[in-house]
């Protein structure tokens, strides 16, 4: 089925690992974003790109690199993991935001 | 800068009972408003969303949503709710500008007894 697609599902790093996690879209979308959920703090916005090759920070983007070298691709690097990083990571594509996004399943991350 | 504000945390309601959500937002521009449901370790999936022309937006599974825009506001409605509706519920505004981002309210957990 078309969609987003996030691996991995579930990750626990130590502090101070390093780790990528991957997002990819099969709609030809040319947004897409990364999002942090915490409990009763919503979804934040940490990088974002409005096409290939390019990104920008979001509401949160302090501890996290991004890239999109290909359209259909949008990674988010931890360089150095913190327990703060600890949280539910989603990643989101739109044709238009009047269309809404379209959300990946989520990456559950734990830093110790 | 725009935000969106959830009124409830968590909102318990016997099923068959009506539920309303409460969502408010800033804005000084024309906006897009949008209700998503996430259920159990799930993504998150569109409810509906308004952009446009009549005020009352109707979305999948019953649920239906008011704009007002005097009172800035974006609330979601069901007249009679299932046990399958317990999920977390989020309204969103998107910001019209470079990179339509959405920003999104904290989220309200609807909890449906029997």
């Known amino acids: 089925n078309a969609g987003v697609t996030q691996t991995p599902k579930f990750r626990v790093l130590k502090t101070g690992q390093s780790m990528t996690l991957l997002c990819a879209q099969d709609?030809?979308?040319?947004?897409m974003y990364w999002y942090r959920q915490d409990p009763g703090m919503g979804l934040r916005l940490i990088h974002y790109?409005?096409?290939?090759?390019?990104?920008a920070k979001g509401e949160v983007p302090d501890g996290y690199n991004v890239s999109r070298l290909k359209k259909q691709n949008f990674l988010l690097g931890l360089e150095s993991a913190a327990p703060s990083q600890t949280s539910v990571y989603f990643c989101?594509?739109?044709?238009?935001?009047?269309?809404?996004?379209?959300f990946g399943s989520g990456t559950r991350l734990t830093v110790v | 800068a725009q935000s969106v504000t959830q009124l409830d945390s968590q909102v318990p309601v016997f099923e068959e009972a009506p539920v309303e959500l409460r969502c408010n937002y800033s804005s000084s521009v024309s906006v897009y408003l949008f209700w998503y449901v996430q259920y159990p370790n799930q993504g998150l999936q569109l409810l509906l969303k308004y952009l446009s022309g009549s005020t009352l937006v109707k979305g999948i599974n019953g649920f239906e949503a008011e704009f007002n825009k005097s009172q800035t506001s974006f609330h979601l409605r069901k007249p009679s709710v299932h046990i399958s509706d317990t999920a977390e519920y989020f309204c969103?505004?998107?910001?019209?500008?470079?990179?339509?981002?959405?920003?999104f309210g904290a989220g309200t957990i609807l909890r449906v007894k029997s």
């Open positions: 989101a594509s739109s044709y238009d935001s009047r269309y809404g996004y379209t």
């Open positions: 709609m030809n979308h040319e947004y």
């Open positions: 790109s409005v096409g290939e090759g390019t990104t």
């Open positions: 969103a505004v998107s910001v019209v500008e470079y990179g339509n981002k959405l920003v």
